[in-house]
Nanobody
Framework: QVQLVESGGGSVQAGGSLRLSCKAS????????MGWFRQAPGKEREGVAA????????YYADSVEGRFTISHDNAKNTVDLQMDSLKPEDTAMYYC???????????????????WGQGTQVTVSS
């Protein structure tokens, strides 16, 4: 059973930084696509960033390109999201997600993701 546990959310002023971490367990594959998604109140969930843990491919939403960086540490089974130059519009619940072992998809289409964490709140004040 794959489990994803997020940590690192919190409150910060605009222009500040936060680092989110996702700890994965139960995977049998040596490489899969994992991503971060977010959902603000009253809005649909959107993909933020994704990474293929068996290589170096990364994917970003236009709204965070150049400000957010996704990375993985296979020794620790973690995927981190470094968020810099945060804006009030980045305020949302952030979710870690992963595709199934037999799915070779890479990208930010949430329908391709099978496993989801419980989420961690990020609040950016102006």
């Amino acid at each position: 059973q794959v489990q994803l546990v997020e940590s690192g959310g919190g409150s910060v002023q605009a222009g500040g930084s936060l680092r989110l971490s996702c700890k994965a367990s139960g995977y049998t594959s040596s490489g899969t696509c994992m991503g971060w998604f977010r959902q603000a109140p009253g809005k649909e969930r959107e993909g933020v960033a994704a990474i293929y843990t068996g290589g170096t491919n990364t994917y970003y939403a236009d709204s965070v390109e150049g400000r957010f960086t996704i990375s993985h540490d296979n020794a620790k089974n973690t995927v981190d999201l470094q968020m810099d130059s945060l804006k009030p519009e980045d305020t949302a619940m952030y979710y870690c997600a992963a595709v199934a072992d037999d799915n070779y998809y890479e990208g930010l289409h949430e329908d391709e993701y099978t496993y989801w964490g419980q989420g961690t709140q990020v609040t950016v004040s102006s």
